[in-house]
């Protein structure tokens, strides 16, 4: 028997060790475990379930695809679901990024961002770029191409001597700061970081700069000021590098907008897509790139690179049926106005709870932070395991967060609040009842203040 779950030791294994139910059954909002409780998906698994679980319109379109076939390998057949999904996938990017290459996940698709971003820079003669610059902290994936991305110690470290790591600046963390610049010019000052380093390595050496334009897991929903996406931009016009945006937990409308690039009018080279894009109901994700990138590699003997299953016709045809979900219901509208009522309540919580410092995000991509003094935003004591145990007590009530250390991986705690977008008012009040009951718990454990209701 397996002492932690009580349950039959399991031959199958993930991260650590499981104490989690066991799955019967999804449905919209919620998920069922097979004793019949009922847990509110508060973060969409990992910010992934964006149009809710068991949507029977995407569940039909699957069974009908898989009574005509289930596979046909692109070197041998081309599919209509792939080409319709790469058609309506263009349509809603911003202009300029109508190819699309098609991966399992988002660690394949920023993986194949930097490979289409070196054989571009080696069809236009430019064979010393290489370096790709990113942020700390940041995720981009645990493939080793993109964990060298990741700026993410406890993940990153061990594998070190495996890889190549890349060049990192800071995230532009302005929530910490302690200067008395205004909030856009703390945006310009952590951009032109960005031009420091360039010139640091040398222009000639760099290929790219990749980033989350809203942080994920590694800095829970961060938000530049609004100067720093067009500086950005505007610095890696002038050396000539591609700006790479990881859009997978961004992308599919999590942010009120399709892609989190339309809130600044940011057209980036690349983008990186999956997690809601399929919305958890087949793996599958993208790239999406300028067609003068992707026509300049097709046009110096092909694109060296590829997965078994890109543009596999059963995931084209449920992505397909995503998309639809999404526009048919205005599902992206309704995470700008969900959004900000649920945004609005968490802000609220800093009222009760003194350890809350800061509450950020856009959309229904929402994260809160825990400090131990709000004046210097220092983190509570790592060995309080915040990150951990406020999870474990929500999901004894019924509700399912996400949770991170912000600062580098080792200490700082932020929960991430990212419920589907066909999320309601009730739905939301739910959230925030087991959330504070939660908070309560867990504060009374700890030892923490509270402002009493």
Known sequence: MNKITDQPQSNLFYQSHSNRPMLDRAEGIYLYDVNGKRYLDGSSG???????????????????????????????????????????????????????????????????AIKLARQYAITQGA?????????????????????????????????????RDMPKIPA????????????????????????DEIMA??????????????GGASTGALVAPDSYYARIREICDEFGILLIYDEVMTGAGRTGAFVASEHWGITPDIVALSKGFAAGYVPLGAMVAKTEIVDAVLGSGGFLHGFTYAG?????????????????????????????????????????????????????????EMVSDRQTMAPLPKELNAFNRLVDLAHDRGLIIYSRRTRGGYE??????????????????????????????????????????
């Open 201 to 214: 390595q040398g222009p000639q050496t760099v290929l790219g700069f990749i980033m989350e334009p809203i």
């Open 312 to 368: 596999n016709p059963l995931a084209a045809a449920a992505g397909v049926a995503v998309l639809e979900v999404l526009q048919r219901d205005n599902l992206i509208a309704n995470a700008g106005r969900m959004g900000d009522v649920l945004k609005a309540k968490l802000t609220g919580l800093m009222e009760r709870y003194p350890f809350i410092g800061d509450v950020r995000g856009k959309g229904l991509l929402l994260a809160f």
């Open 412 to 453: 700082g705690d932020h929960f991430l609040i990212c419920p589907p977008l066909i999320i309601t008012v009730d739905g939301i009040d739910e959230i925030m009842a087991n959330l504070t009951d939660a908070l309560d718990q867990f504060a009374i454990e700890a030892g923490l203040d509270r402002n009493r209701a």
């Open 46 to 112: 990992a910010m992934v379930s964006n149009i809710g679980h068991s949507n029977p319109y995407v569940l039909e379109a699957m069974k009908r695809q898989m009574d005509k076939a289930t596979f046909g390998y692109r070197l041998h057949f081309q599919n209509e679901p792939a080409e319709r999904l790469a058609t309506m996938t263009a349509d809603l990017m911003p202009a300029g990024l109508g190819r699309v290459f098609f991966v399992s996940g988002g660690s394949e698709a920023v993986e194949s």
């Open 127 to 163: 064979e010393k770029r290489w370096k790709v610059i990113s942020r700390f902290p940041s995720y981009h994936g645990c493939s080793l191409g993109a964990l060298a991305l990741t700026g993410y110690n406890p993940l990153a470290k061990p594998f070190l001597p495996m890889m």
């Open 172 to 195: 532009p963390t302005c929530y910490l700061d302690q200067d008395n610049l205004s909030h856009e010019a703390r945006g310009l000052k952590y951009a032109n970081m960005l031009r």
